[in-house]
């Protein structure tokens, strides 16, 4: 692939879904993202982790190497040599017991950008314990009681702290580090914990909290979802007054006496009733139709299959066919160096004898 990282090598050993989301990325930027699996290299994981149509596995190549081996191990250290990128996901201490860790890695490649991403980070007691999204959000403060109902926040359905608060921290990470060795000439570890990154991203929602009383933007009745009489939801953001008004005159409600006042929390249950008893007078296609035309800050509640045929995601090019699954495209668009599309992911093992040879050559 063409890309911004067009000629970086990126060493991705096999573990997390957030490694696996980094190494992604990364390749979707351009890299040349080999992938070290178990040896010997089997079928492919019953969860699908690693399945050719996966988009957490595209890109990349695979090599598979037996670590618990002194050979597996002199082969992942002679790749280390020549990647300029390393990632892990172990739990603290285990790539060190293997030998793959920081000190040996470093020593063989001063010019190494190590990373490692893990759930709680490489300090204090729970550095060891397992890190799901739903633990790591609740302890970091992004679940804090919903003011409005008195009950913490529902959790996100896209793995919040392990894909935005950890790959994507990591990712930010790993080319500032490469950065700097620009300038110095060396590599450096680079430690980003799930929790670490779920506690950043959540800035916002610690600011809210800091000022008495406040409710934020997702306890309105403006910020909210609401059911048509289909069964199909709308999203509703009509945060700033120019987009309120167009919702409530697209409702029919622009001029109503007495309408419950947006600015009075006291008065958002009212107004949410009648928000509700609007959109469930129509199916979601009329209000589709209705407000395409009008910036109201309503969106249709789509499903993954219907979101790639949406007009404006199709205008985009958000999604793509890789391998002839449709995935989510590559993110960001590069204007002087464009990435081509993903290739498929690889079969575990499918590529040690190329890379072996080609890295080491």
């Known amino acids: 692939m063409a890309g911004p990282l067009s000629g970086v090598r990126v060493l991705e050993f096999a573990g997390s879904a957030p490694t696996a989301f980094v190494g992604t990325v990364l390749a979707d930027l351009g890299a040349d993202v080999v992938r070290v699996d178990r040896a010997p290299a089997g079928p492919a994981d019953p969860d699908g982790d690693r399945a ?15 670590l618990k081996s002194p050979d597996g191990v002199e082969h992942a250290l002679s790749l280390a040599e020549h990647a300029d990128i390393l990632v892990e996901g172990f739990r603290p201490g285990v790539a060190d017991r293997l030998g793959i860790g920081p000190q040996a890695a470093l020593a063989r490649n001063a010019r190494l950008v190590y990373g490692r991403v893990s759930g709680w980070g490489q300090q204090g007691e729970w550095a060891g314990r397992a890190a799901h999204d739903l633990a790591v959000l609740a302890l970091t403060g992004a679940l804090d009681t ?47 914990a799930l929790a670490d990154g779920a506690a950043l991203i959540s800035t916002l929602v610690h ?28 999203a509703v953001a009509a945060i700033e007054p120019r987009l309120y008004d167009n919702l409530l005159d697209q409702l029919g409600l622009a ?47 789509l499903t993954a299959a219907e979101a790639a045929g949406h007009h404006q995601l199709a205008a985009r090019g958000a ?16 204007g002087a160096t464009p990435a081509g599309l993903p290739g498929r992911a690889p079969l575990p093992g499918e590529h040690t004898a190329e890379v072996l040879t080609e890295w080491r050559g």
Do not use: C
């Open 146 to 192: 919903d003011p409005g109902t008195g009950a913490p926040v529902q959790p996100p359905t896209a793995y919040l702290s392990s894909f935005a608060g950890g790959a994507n921290v990591h990712v930010q990470g790993l080319l500032a580090a490469l950065h700097a060795r620009e300038r110095t000439g060396r590599g450096q570890v680079v430690d980003t």
């Open 255 to 301: 001029g109503t006496e007495e309408l419950p006042d947006r600015a009075d929390p006291a008065a958002w249950p009212a107004l949410r009733a009648l928000l509700a008893a609007r959109f469930e007078s129509r199916d979601r296609e009329h209000w589709v139709k209705l407000f395409d035309a009008v910036d109201a800050g309503v969106a249709p509640v």
């Open 52 to 66: 050719p149509e996966n988009p957490l596995s595209r890109g990349r190549r695979s090599v598979a190497l037996d």
């Open 319 to 334: 999604f793509v066919d890789v391998g002839g699954t449709l995935q989510p495209a590559p993110a960001s668009r590069f």
């Open 207 to 234: 600011q809210w909290r800091e000022v008495p009383g406040n409710h934020t933007v997702t306890d309105a009745p403006h910020y909210s979802l609401y059911r048509a009489a289909d069964g199909g939801y709308l």
